[in-house]
């Protein structure tokens, strides 16, 4: 069902999008291995680079649930990106953007964060058949999206206001699941939510910041 209406959102935005971020946690979990790549989200893959050729940018920052990236991706389908953290200026608007899971304080989260994002664990990890390996993820993957954060929206909010007060026009986060789009003196913290429940997603046109849900 969100996959299904990922792909109409995706499908609405053609010609109209100068550029779409996707902000991490595409996939329940992609891991590279180096002659297999997950096959869920493929479809989802064959819009966004049916969107690129057609002149939408389309950029990703990591999440935690999709860590370790070789060079398919922008290989096989000419995606930008795979940042950490992105600075950007946008319609004039000096724009920090990031998953967020790194002010997650929770276990589970930081946990998975710190053994994925490890060379040496991913190496490890890549040793082991895909079946066991994906499938150990994904379940970890699962418990990570399950656990209650109730801190979380505080302390992103706070670094929000934090980036803002450096100079920043717009902070944009996601991995918490709530949406919400909050202004701090002049500056904007937005969080786009997921497409899990929520369909939410953040506009930037005309130098205007916008939450929208795909109705």
């Known amino acids: ?13 053609r010609g109209r999008a100068d550029s779409l971020y996707i902000l991490g946690d595409l996939f329940e979990f992609w891991f590279e291995y180096h002659r297999v790549v997950p096959f869920a989200g493929m479809g989802v893959l064959a819009q966004l680079a049916e969107l690129q050729r057609l002149g939408t940018r389309v950029v990703f920052l990591r999440g935690n649930h999709d860590v370790w990236y070789q060079g398919v991706l922008k290989r096989e389908f000419g995606f930008d990106g795979f940042y950490d953290e992105l600075r950007v200026v946008i319609d004039g608007k000096r724009v920090f953007m990031m998953h967020g899971d790194a002010l997650d304080r929770n276990f589970v989260p930081k946990v998975f964060r710190f053994l994925m994002r490890n060379r040496l664990n991913s190496r490890l990890f890549s040793l082991l058949h895909p079946d066991i390996g994906i499938g150990m993820a994904r379940w970890i993957a699962r418990r990570s999206r399950e656990m209650v954060r109730p801190m979380l929206a505080d302390d992103m909010r706070n670094f929000a206001r934090q980036r803002i007060e450096e100079g920043f026009d717009l902070v944009v986060m996601g991995h918490s699941h709530l949406p919400e ?35």
């Open 181 to 215: 789009l909050v202004q701090f003196g002049e500056g904007f913290y937005l969080n786009t939510g997921d497409w899990l429940g929520n369909f939410t997603y953040g506009v930037l046109e005309d130098g205007k910041v916008s939450l929208e849900r795909y109705q």
């Open 1 to 13: 069902m969100a996959e299904k209406r990922l792909g109409e959102f995706l499908f609405s935005i």
